[in-house]
């Protein structure tokens, strides 16, 4: 695939949510790292750290968050200041809901598991935008990852699905209130890849198999593609894409 030369030349980008090779956001990062960017990543804990360190050596580069805690976001962030000073992007890739909500009824979901999708799936990037304030230049990018569940009833999204459509409102405030401090917020919308995420949806070789059918040439989207517009997203060439949800999916969301 053709590519604008170092479209990202001399930008610092914070990658949040790599946990494999096959994750959305490692292939944002791969996407990043070709068009010049300086990347910085966050993990949840020592497990994932391990996955992540496969792919990054750089023991620098890499920072612990939670982003179910106010405190290890603000301190994962210092860290990040300290390091490397401002940065001109964060890719916010987390989403989490318990297995058992993933399947059947939504009447079925519990109050704890619907709350948990909320707060680490939508919530999540209230916080980050939060505490991001004080790292992000002007002007600077956050990106997030959304899903067509958010609009349509897919079978066994269910509560994700729900957060989801949280998190693209979410979009949309910050947005609004994070043009102030030079931030432009937006989200993609990615088709359906076989990730560790995708895995704990009940029946998702069927949610990929359907997913493939309905895209314009019968392939699958990659990784490689939505990082392509991950990348647009946080370059200069984006300044005036505001608060928006780009679908990156082949063309699923148009059936």
Not at 71 to 91: H, L, P
Not at 114 to 126: D, F, G, P, R, V
Not at 186 to 193: D, F, K, L, P
Not at 208 to 217: C, H, P
Request: proline share 1%; charged share 25%.
């Amino acid at each position: 695939m053709k590519r604008l030369d170092k479209l990202l030349s001399g930008k610092k980008i914070l990658i949040m949510g790599a946990a494999n090779k096959r994750s959305i956001a490692w292939g944002c990062a791969q996407s990043m790292l070709d068009n010049g960017a300086e990347l910085i990543f966050t993990y949840q804990n020592e497990r994932l750290k391990k996955s992540l360190n496969r792919l990054v050596q750089d023991e620098d580069r890499l920072i612990e968050c939670d982003v179910s805690s106010d405190e290890s976001i603000e301190k994962a962030f210092g860290q990040v200041a300290d390091r490397f000073g401002k940065i001109d992007g964060i890719v916010h890739a987390i989403a989490f809901a318990k297995k058992e909500e993933l399947a059947g009824d939504i009447m079925n979901s519990s109050r704890e598991g619907y709350a948990l999708a909320q707060n680490i799936s939508a919530y999540s990037l209230i916080a980050v935008a939060k505490y991001g304030i004080k790292i992000l230049n002007d002007p600077a990018s956050i990106v997030t990852l959304t899903y067509f569940g958010s609009e349509r009833a897919i079978p066994n999204y269910n509560v994700m699905g729900v957060a989801k459509a949280a998190l693209e409102a979410n979009v949309r405030y910050l947005a609004r209130d994070m043009a102030k401090y030079g931030v432009r917020v937006n989200a993609i919308s990615a088709g359906a890849v076989k990730t560790l995420a995708v895995t704990g949806v009940k029946d998702h070789g069927d949610l990929l198999r359907l997913s493939r059918e309905r895209t314009v040439d019968g392939e699958s989207v990659t990784t490689e593609q939505i990082g392509g517009a991950a990348s647009f997203l946080v370059s200069d060439l984006s300044t005036g894409v505001v608060g928006d949800v780009i679908y990156v999916d082949k063309g699923v969301h148009l059936i």
